[in-house]
C-alpha cells in the first residue's frame, strides 16, 4: 500500500518553495502544539495521530494554500479530539486561524444517512460554512482524503460507512469546487470498500493489460509530439489512466466491458495558449480520425466548476478508440486544484479579490433550500446541484447558459429571472416551437415565449423541470400567490386524512400537544402555514399525518394506560351508510338533503376536484372549486353562507370543463384538435379562438368530461397534438 506519511521536514520544505520569502514560523508553533496536544495519542492503525495532521496540511501545501491554511490543517483536530479549546487557539495563533479551525470541528460529524434530517442540516451547515471561507471546506477534503487513504484499519462497518458519506457528500463538493484530482481519488477510495469484488476486478483487467496499453499510448505520443514540433508548439503530452469509479459507472449504466468504454486509453497535450489548444486540436484531427459526436469545448463554454479543456475521442492505430484532452498549463492547474486555484498567497498578495463570483453557486444553494423542510428533497437536489453533468444552451442573444442534463426550457426561463418564467407559455428551441418539458441538448438556442396574460406556473411544471432553482419559483409562486386557498385546501386535505384513520377528534382535542412539535419539524411559524404548504403541494400529507400519529401515540402511551388505537374513532361503514345525507346533482351537502345544487360556471367543478358550497338566496346551493377565485373573498372572510360540501359515489353524469390552448397559428391546427377530441370520444360544447399579438392562437374549449382524472388525460393528449405550447383547465 502506498506510503501516505510525510515528516514536519518535507512539509516545511514544500511551503518554503512557493512561499520563499514569509516567515514560516508559526508554522513551527503549530506543529509543535498539535505533537504537544496529540502526544498521547494513537490512531487506530497504531501510527502517531500528529501524522494524520501533517499529511492534511501536505495535501493543502500541494495546493499551494497560505499560511493559515496550513496552521489550521494542522491544529484542524485539537479542539474537538484534545483538550485545547477555541480560545487557546485564538489566543496562540489569531482569530483567523481559530475560525477555520472552528470550521473544520464543526463539519467533523457528518452521520451517513441519506433519509435522515441530521445529515441535512449538517450539510447546511457545510454550505455556510463554505460561504463564510472556502478555505474550510479545502481543509476538511484534505482531510477526508487521507482518512480514506487509511480507512483499512478501520473495522468493515466503518469502512462502509466513511465509503457512502464520501461517495454522498465529499466528492460530490469536490467535483462542484472543480477539485478532480481528489474527486477522482475520492470515488475511487469509496469503491474499494463499497463494492470491493468490482473493485478487484477492474484493477485486474487494468493489470493484465498495462504493459499492452503503455505501449500503445508510448507510440500516440510520439506521433503526436513529432507533429507538435513541426508546428513549433511547445507541449507535454502525458498519459492519463481513467479512474476506476469512471469505468465502473459506465460498465454498470451501459452495460458494457471495459474494453469497450472510449476513454480508457487517454492522453493529454498541455500547451502555453488557447490558440495553440485549438491548432492542437486540428492536428489531432488531421492525425486520426475523429469520432462523430465525441467533441467537446469546454474552453469556449468552461463548465460551471471552473473546469476547461477540448475534449475529442479519435481512431487510433489498429483502430482503437483513445480520448485526447488539450488545455492550457493554467487550465490544468485549474483542473486539477480547482477553486484552490484561485486561493493563495503569492508574496503576501491574496486570491480573494475574485473569489465572490466563483462562490455564488453556494449563496444560491444556501438561498434555494433555507426554507426547505424535507430532509429527504434538501438531500436529493443538493445532490442534482452538485453531481450532475451539464448542458450548455445559449440564449437568442448569444449568451452561454449552463443547466444540469435533463433540463427542459422552464430551467431555462427560471434561470434568467423568476418573472420570466412565471410568464412561460412557449419555447422554440433553434427555431422551432417545442413542449415545454423537452430536454435540452448541447448547443440548442434556446427562446422562451412570454405572455402578459399568463396566468402563472402550472403545478404540472414540478414534474419535469430538473433544477432546484426552478422548482423553488415555482413553489414561491403558489406560496404567495394562493396563500388563502392553500390555507383551505391544506386544513382540508389534513382533516380528510385523519377522520380516514380515525385520529380527526383527537388531533382536534390535543392540538396543543403535537402542534408545536409538528410545526418545529417542517419550519412552520403557525398551523396556517403548515396548512399552505400541504395544499401547494410543497409538503406531502402523509409525512404529516405519520408525524402527528406519532405525536399523539407518544402522549397517550405516556399520560394514559390505553393506545392510540383505542382512542381512535374510525368510521363504522354500515352507520355511515345509514346515516350517509341524500346527494342532490351528485353532490352531499352537508346537513340538508334534496337541496337544490347547481354548478357554478366561473369554475365548472368536475367530480374529483376539491369543492365548496355556497348558499345563494333563492337558488339553493352553488358548488364552487375551492381554487376559484370567485370564492376566494369568502374564503379568506369565513363568510357563513360557505357550507361543506362532497362528492357523492354516483359518477355516472357528465360534467363541463373549460381548456385554454395556447398554440402556434399553424393551418391544420383547428382541426388536428377536433379530430384528436373526436378520436377520444370528448364532445366540445364550444370553442373560440383569438390571434395574439405575438402570432400565438389562444383557444378557449368547453367539453363534456366524467371526473377529473379524465380530464388530465385529456389535457395531457392535447399537450400532444404539433404547435400545441400548453393546455391546461382554465378558471374564469
Known sequence: MKDYQITYEELLDKVKKYLPNSDLSPIQKAYEFAKQAHSDQKRVSGEDYINHPLAVANMLADMELDIPSIIAAILHDVVEDTIASYADIEEQFGSEVAHLVEGVTKLGKIPYSTKEEQQAENLRKMFLAMAKDIRVILIKLADRTHNMRTLKAMPEDKQREKACETMEVYAPIAHRLGMSKIKWELEDLSLRYLDPIAYAEISDNISQKRDEREEYLDNIKKILADKLKKLRIEATIESRAKHFFSIYRKMYSQNIAVDQIYDL???????????????????????????????????????????????????????????????????????????????KYKEGVSGKSDMDGKLEWIRQLLDIHKDANDAEEIVSSLKIDLFEDEVFVFSPKGDVIDLPIGSTPIDFAYSIHSAIGNKTVGAKINGKMRPLDVKLKNGDIVEVITSKTANGPSRDWLKVVKTSQAKKKINDWFRKENKEENVTNGRAILERELQKIGLLELSRTHATEWQPIVLRKYTAQTIDDLYAMIGYGGLSVLKVLNRIKDCLSAFVHQNTEQTIEDLATPIDADSAQKSQPKASNGVIVKGLNNCLVRFSRCCNPVFGDDIIGYITRGRGVSVHRTDCINIADSIKTNDERLIEVRWGNEHSRHYLADIQIVAQNYPMLIANIASKMAEIKVPMRSSKSVLTKDGLLIINMLVEIANKSFLDRVIKKLQAVEGIITAKRKTK
Not at 291 to 310: E, F, H, W
Not at 319 to 339: L, S, W
Request: proline share 6%; with cysteine.
Open 265 to 343: 486509453l487517454a492522453v493529454r497535450i498541455i500547451v502555453t495558449n488557447i490558440t495553440e489548444c485549438y491548432t492542437a486540436l486540428g492536428m489531432v484531427h488531421e492525425t486520426f480520425k475523429p469520432v462523430p459526436g465525441r467533441i467537446k469545448d469546454y474552453i469556449a463554454m468552461p463548465k460551471s466548476n471552473m473546469y476547461q479543456s477540448l475534449h475529442t475521442t479519435v481512431m487510433g492505430p489498429n483502430g482503437q478508440p483513445f480520448e485526447v484532452q488539450i488545455r492550457t498549463k493554467e487550465m490544468h492547474h485549474i483542473a486539477e486544484v480547482g477553486i484552490a486555484a484561485h486561493w
